[in-house]
T-cell receptor
Framework: AQTVTQSQPEMSVQEAETVTLSCTYDTSESDYYLFWYKQPPSRQMILVIRQEAYKQQNATENRFSVNFQKAAKSFSLKISDSQLGDAAMYFCAYNSGGSNYKLTFGKGTLLTVNP | GAGVSQSPSNKVTEKGKDVELRCDPI?????LYWYRQSLGQGLEFLIYFQGNSAPDKSGLPSDRFSAERTGGSVSTLTIQRTQQEDSAVYLCASSRGRTDTGELFFGEGSRLTVL
């Protein structure tokens, strides 16, 4: 079974600084999808960024980028120029694609942004 | 509707009582998911509905849990004879179909507290 591990239960960053959230996963698949979701205090999960495993180029969405290391099964999220609105719980998730419709989530990292 | 709507937002019940949680997905979304988020844990898959196909109930933790989706739209998650370990946030999500794009749209969840 696939597993997703987030080793940092909590992280903090100063406003305008950069922070990196770690995620590792375990799979025997060669093609799959990885995601970062954000859950603010409102509880509504929002997709931040996604990465297809067959793409070597790291995904980027404005201030959010990933460092995808397929061989190491590592998928970290970098948030640049952190803003107070970035404070939230961040979840890493995995999906093997194809006929699989379930997302497997890590336990999350709580990010605090200090003014 | 504009987004996934869940009700009630918060529910406090006594041990042994039955509860119903409702989810109204985004119009036109054929796939609907229920996840459970317990304190300090990631999201745990419960059940998946896709169109008129038989639901995938493999994540339901016990036979006290059941869910239905009427008319391919609104879904109700029912927990019978609630136990304290059922206390959690129950998140509903919908999507246009397969999750390989990662585009799950979540509601704000129903927080269940069993006393």
């Amino acid at each position: 079974a696939q597993t997703v591990t987030q080793s940092q239960p909590e992280m903090s960053v100063q406003e305008a600084e950069t922070v990196t959230l770690s995620c590792t996963y375990d799979t025997s698949e060669s093609d799959y999808y990885l995601f970062w979701y954000k859950q603010p205090p409102s509880r509504q999960m929002i997709l931040v960024i996604r990465q297809e495993a067959y793409k070597q180029q790291n995904a980027t969405e404005n201030r959010f980028s990933v460092n995808f290391q397929k061989a190491a099964k590592s998928f970290s999220l970098k948030i640049s120029d952190s803003q107070l609105g970035d404070a939230a719980m961040y979840f890493c998730a995995y999906n093997s694609g194809g006929s699989n419709y379930k997302l497997t989530f890590g336990k999350g990292t709580l990010l605090t942004v200090n003014p | 509707g504009a987004g996934v709507s869940q009700s009630p937002s918060n529910k406090v019940t006594e041990k042994g009582k039955d509860v119903e949680l409702r989810c109204d997905p985004i119009s036109g979304h054929t796939a609907l998911y229920w996840y459970r988020q317990s304190l300090g844990q990631g999201l745990e898959f419960l059940i998946y509905f896709q169109g008129n196909s038989a639901p995938d109930k493999s994540g339901l933790p016990s036979d006290r849990f059941s869910a239905e989706r009427t008319g391919g739209s609104v879904s109700t998650l029912t927990i019978q004879r609630t136990q304290q370990e059922d206390s959690a946030v129950y998140l509903c999500a919908s999507s246009r179909g397969r999750t390989d794009t990662g585009e799950l749209f979540f509601g704000e969840g129903s927080r269940l507290t069993v006393l």
